[in-house]
Structure formats: structure tokens, C-alpha cells
């Protein structure tokens, strides 16, 4: 537990205070389902990519990755550099041409709905299949944030871990339930700007003489630190392990949290403001929480004291070793914010999915756009509990849960998604076949092991969905007229978008 905990937990209750009131501010401006799921499409550059960046990151970037960091040297600079190309691929390639198409096909709000709509699929197969494997992951994904709030609220607090857990859980549902998306987004622009202080702060203040000394002391204690050709054990990297480190990049294409983030911005122009922005602010913070890891490795030895058992929590030991007890709570804070503001996007696309998705599509055709938003809220209640669940587990890892979610996303939407921005041939039954294949690649794949199997199984999932979309596509059918006049008024509105 930490020390000094009074100003902590007062930094913490107006953090909390804050967000609500930025929950129940976006409540008020919340009347229908458009608003709820998708903000209006009115976010500016700012707040879409502050909240793109921030609802990415989660948890992992301020225990994860530092984790990784600390554990592996520059080794875990493969997935730093990995994300960061991704991060900017996906702004650069799926943006403009995803919100121009989602509008196109008459103001699509969801990743399910906008595929559905894209290939005319009347059946709803593809829409209510796309929003199972949005469910599944996802749950995954969320009950990772909550992990993260159990070991911060564990360390911080001294709490049991499962009572850890209830409130982490508590906290990111309150906000998210009433405000939407609005609330979700806004709230993000203030942790995202909170994250990346954080992790620029935290290294600085911990370093001792510079970038300089600490590459010196980091070779004396061990020089495999700063290879990243080999292992802290001196052996060489593998190809399977360099290529599934870079690999993370490929997962953005598929990420529906994301991408509801470039459905939402209000204009094309704002999102070439919003990219620039979000790699700024993805570099920053990538490397900044490397940095964390390398600074805490040193630490650690030169403190002999000190022990620590749970890599994961590295940050939180040097927020607390180094800072007064104010400023260690803004920080903290930042760990907090980092969770929140990745789980409340998470549990919204999930909630998105079930009242959009299946509620509206299967059960409720004729249902208001009141009546979806309510379903949606429900749906956070009841899909929060269930992530909750799956957190239970106080030995599970945050980097873990969320590499097996972000690899589900990865394969099974990023090669449909791409693929229907630009290949006018796709037709529904390829989307079908590489949302399937891919999930189901990612699923069976991580219950192998040795060999070839050890690669992540976003490459897999990734290389196998996309055979799965041209085979399906060229062996069918061309797609129907409508589909093909509907291609072709995109790309008009693409010029005149931009």
C-alpha cells in the first residue's frame, strides 16, 4: 500500500468529481440514439484524437508496457515502434474513407451496421455476426482495464483485491452509462492530455544525470538492455518474436473504438488536424512509458529494499518513491485516466452492438431511437458485470487480456474494413468469410503452442481473413448494382468531403 494515502484519495475524489460532471454535462446534451453512440458526429480535432489515442492505450500503456519495458530492455521498442506506424497507417489510410463511406451508406453508427450496410446484406447475417465478435472481444478488452484498476486501486489503497475491482468497475460505468459518447469522448481529451504529462513527467523526475547516464547504467547492469537484436539472456531475437511485436501495429484497422472516433469527426478537413495531433500525442506516450520501464528496472537496483513482484506496477512505485503525495495522486490519477478512458469507449461500442446491432436489427425494428438508447444503457450495466467477472482473476495480466482482444479486433474487422474502403469487387459473402475466419483464426491459434504457432496470432488471423475475403468475393457473385452505384457515390463524396 501506499503511503501517505489522505491526499491521494482527495486527488482522486476531484478527478472522479470532475469526470462525472462531464458525464452529467453530456447527459443534457444526449437526446437520442445518434447522440448516445456517435456524439451527433460533431467531435473536433482535439477531442477525436485525444480520445482515439487515450481510448487505444488503456490501462497497458501505464502498466503494460512499462511492464514490458521493464522486464525486456529496448527489446519492447519492436512494439513502441510497431504501434506507432500502425497508429499512423490507420489515420492516414481508413479515416477520411471510413466516415465518408458510413455516411454514404445513409449515416451508418456502427462497425456491424456500416459493413451491413456497405455489401446490402438484407439477411442481417453479417451485421449480427460482426456485433458477436464485437461482444466476445470486447469483453476481454474491458475486463482488462478492470485488472488495472484492481492493481491500482490494491496498491494505492490497500484494498482486497476483488473490493479493488468492484470500485474500478464502479467508477467507469457511473459516467459512461448517462453521458454516451459525448461524455466518453471529452472525459478522454482530459486523461489523454493527463497520460502523456504523466509519462513525460514520471521518467524525467526519476532519471539521474540524464539519457545519458541512464543509457551507461543501463549497459552496466546489463548490456543486453540495449540490444534489440537479442534477448536480456543474450540470445537472439527469433523472427516469430520481431515480427509479433511489430505486428501489434496491423490491430488498429480492425479496432471499432477507435474507428467510431473517425465516424464521429465533424468534418474530413478536422481529421487531417486530428491525425497530426494523435501521433504526436501516440509517440509521446509510447515512448514516454518505455522510458518509465527502463528508469524503474534502475531503480529497483539500486534499491535493494525494494522489491517488487508484479512488474506491471512499476509506474506506480516510482510515482510514489519520487513525488509528494499531491502531485503522486495527479499522477495516479493519470492510471486511472488511462482505464477509464479506454473501458468507457469499450463498454459503449459493446453496448452500441447489443442495441443497434441486435436489439434494433433481430428483436425491435420499429424500436425509437429513445427506446435503442435506453437498451444501450442497459447493455453497459449488464456487459460491466460481465467483464467484471473475468477480471476476478488477480493473478491475470493486463498486456495478456489485451493482446488476445486487440488480435480478435485486428483480424476479424481490419481486412474487411480495408478491403471495402477500396476493392469495388468485394461482396458480402467476402465480408462474411473474413470476419469469421478471422475470429475464429484468433481463437483456435491461441490454444497453440511451439513452433510456427508461437507467432501472435494477429498475423495468422490477419493473412488468413484476407484470403478468406478475396476467395469468397471472386467466387460469388459480383455485387449487385446498387452496392456498385453506392461505391462509386462514395468516392464522389470523398472529393467533395475533402
Known sequence: MIENNFAITATFMVYLALMLFIGYYAYKRTSNSSDYFLGGRTLGP?????????????????????????????????????????????????????????????????????????????????QTIAAFFILMFFLFYTSSGLVAGGKLFETVFGLDYSVAVIIGTACVVSYTLFGGFLAVSWTDLVQGLLMSAALVIVPIAAMQGGFNQ???????????????????DGQPLSWIAIISLLAWGLGYFGQPHILARFLATRSNKDLTTARRIAISWTAISIFGATLVGLVGLLYIHGHATVVLADGEKIFMLLVNAIFHPVVAGILLAAILAAIMSTADSQLLVSSSALAEDFYKQLIRPDASSSEVMMVGRLGVIALSLIAFLLAMNPDSSVLGLVSYAWAGFGAAFGPVLLLSLYWKRMNRNGALAGIIVGGITIVIWKQLQGGIYDVYEIVPGIIFATAAIVIASLATAAPEKSVTEQFAQFEKNLAEFD
Not at 94 to 113: C, G, M, Q, V
Not at 220 to 230: A, G, M, Q
Open 214 to 232: 541512464l543509457l551507461t547504467d543501463l549497459h552496466t547492469l546489463n548490456p543486453e538492455l540495449l540490444s534489440l537484436w537479442n534477448g536480456i
Open 46 to 126: 482535439w477531442p477525436a484524437a485525444l480520445s482515439a489515442g487515450a481510448s487505444d492505450m488503456s490501462g497497458w500503456l501505464l502498466l503494460g508496457l512499462p511492464g514490458y519495458a521493464y522486464a525486456a530492455g529496448m527489446e519492447s521498442l519492436w512494439l513502441a515502434g510497431g504501434l506507432l506506424l500502425g497508429s499512423w497507417a490507420n489515420w492516414y489510410i481508413a479515416a477520411k474513407r471510413l466516415r465518408t463511406y458510413s455516411i454514404t451508406t445513409d449515416n451508418a453508427l456502427t462497425i456491424p451496421e456500416f459493413i451491413s450496410r456497405r455489401f446490402n446484406d438484407k439477411s442481417k447475417l453479417v
